[in-house]
C-alpha cells in the first residue's frame, strides 16, 4: 500500500516562500507521475502542479505559473513543491498525489490520481 506524507506547510506572510515535500513509501514511486493539489476554504480541490515520472516534463495551474515550481528526487521518493511570491489567495490545504498510470505524461485532473497524502495546511497572512 502505497502512502504518501507532506510535509512543510505552515503561516507565512504574503510575497513570502515555503517548500512542500512528499514523502513516498511502501511502493513504486519513480515510476508514476506526481501531482500536487489544493483546496481552499469552502473551495473545491483543484490541480496546482504535475511532473512526469521522469522529471522532464512539468504543468501548473496559470495562477501559479512563474511562482511554484514542482520537482521530484526519485532516489529519495519525494516530491517538492516550491512556492515563492505567495498570495492570500494560495491559502488552502495542499495534496499531493500519485497518478494511476505507469510511466506516463503530466496529469491534471484529480481522477487520475489514486493515491493521496493527508494534505497540510498553508496559510498566507496578507
Known amino acids: 500500500q502505497v502512502q504518501l506524507v507532506e510535509s512543510g506547510g505552515g503561516l507565512v506572510q504574503a510575497g513570502g516562500s515555503l517548500r512542500l515535500s512528499c514523502a513516498a513509501s511502501?511502493?513504486?514511486?519513480?515510476?508514476?507521475?506526481m501531482g500536487w493539489f489544493r483546496q481552499g476554504p469552502g473551495k473545491e480541490r483543484e490541480f496546482v502542479a504535475s511532473?512526469?515520472?521522469?522529471?522532464?516534463?512539468?504543468s501548473y495551474v496559470d495562477t501559479v505559473q512563474g511562482r511554484f515550481t514542482i520537482s521530484r528526487d526519485n532516489a529519495k521518493n519525494t516530491g517538492y513543491l516550491q512556492m515563492n511570491s505567495l498570495k492570500s489567495e494560495d491559502t488552502a490545504v495542499y495534496y499531493c498525489a500519485r497518478s494511476k498510470g505507469l510511466c506516463i505524461g503530466v496529469r491534471t485532473s484529480i481522477d487520475d490520481n489514486d493515491y493521496w497524502g493527508q494534505g497540510t495546511q498553508v496559510t498566507v497572512s496578507s
Open positions: 511532473i512526469k515520472w521522469s522529471g522532464s516534463s512539468t
Open positions: 511502501g511502493g513504486t514511486f519513480s515510476g508514476y507521475t
